[in-house]
């Protein structure tokens, strides 16, 4: 079965401090992904990656740097957490163009303090 | 401005009733997956459609195959463990990226 762990589950944060969130992926998947989500809303792209060692955009990169040093591996890098990044974050894996459904893992919520 | 709309946004239902919910894409999308979230926060996938229709149990969901520009997930005998937060995600047919509805927050009565 399709596999996509994050870490730490959950973690709280200092203002101005680094932060630093994994996923490691089991699928075999070309494409991963971190959402954040804010409660009451639906999920926001951050950033993606397609390939290892090449990082993308998503809708709202600002405050945000991402890693892809292997196809399995994808973290999420806040170089100076701020309270507004407060929310919860969603790492996904998604095959080719010949099936891109989209594997979630469990969430990490983060609180900045 | 925001790709996908997903109505209603709140929804209660007895149980044993039926209902529908849906999205509608600003433009034309690849494919589209419905998740429901439940109380833990998790992201349980119910369907992924590149086209046409799928059935599981209760649940059944449909994707315009024409304009592609909307999709629909239909609840049938609704049970209080359907209760939760359900998002269509829908994939954009120029780049693999993936654009989420607000959620329908749903509510079964007894």
């Known amino acids: 079965e399709a596999a996509v762990t994050q870490s730490p589950r959950s973690k709280v944060a200092v203002t101005g401090g680094k932060v630093t969130l994994s996923c490691h992926q089991t699928?075999?998947?070309?494409?991963m992904y971190w959402y954040r989500q804010d409660t009451g809303h639906g999920l926001r792209l951050i950033h993606y990656?397609?390939?290892?060692?090449?990082?993308e955009k998503g809708d709202i990169p600002d405050g945000y740097k991402a890693s892809r040093p292997s196809q399995e591996n994808f973290s999420l890098i806040l170089e100076l957490a701020s309270l507004s990044q407060t929310a919860v974050y969603f790492c996904?894996?998604?095959?080719?163009?010949?099936?891109?459904?989209?594997?979630f893992g469990k969430g990490t919520r983060l609180t900045v303090v | 401005g925001d790709q996908v709309e997903q109505s209603p946004s709140a929804l209660s239902l007895h149980e044993g009733t039926d209902s529908a919910l849906r999205c509608n894409f600003t433009t034309t999308m690849r494919s589209v997956q419905w998740f429901r979230q439940n109380s833990r926060g998790s992201l349980i996938s119910l369907f992924y459609?590149?086209?046409?229709t799928k059935e599981n149990g209760r649940l059944k969901s449909a994707f315009d195959s024409k304009e592609r520009r909307y999709s629909t997930l239909h609840i049938r005998d609704a049970q209080l463990e359907d209760s939760g937060t359900y998002f269509c995600?829908?994939?954009?047919?120029?780049?693999?990226?993936?654009?989420f509805g607000k959620g329908t927050s749903l509510t079964v009565i007894p």
């Open positions: 990656s397609y390939v290892a060692d090449s990082t």
């Open positions: 459609l590149a086209s046409g």
């Open positions: 699928n075999n998947h070309d494409y």
């Open positions: 996904a894996s998604s095959g080719d163009r010949s099936n891109t459904e989209v594997f």
């Open positions: 995600a829908a994939e954009n047919t120029g780049y693999q990226n993936f654009y």
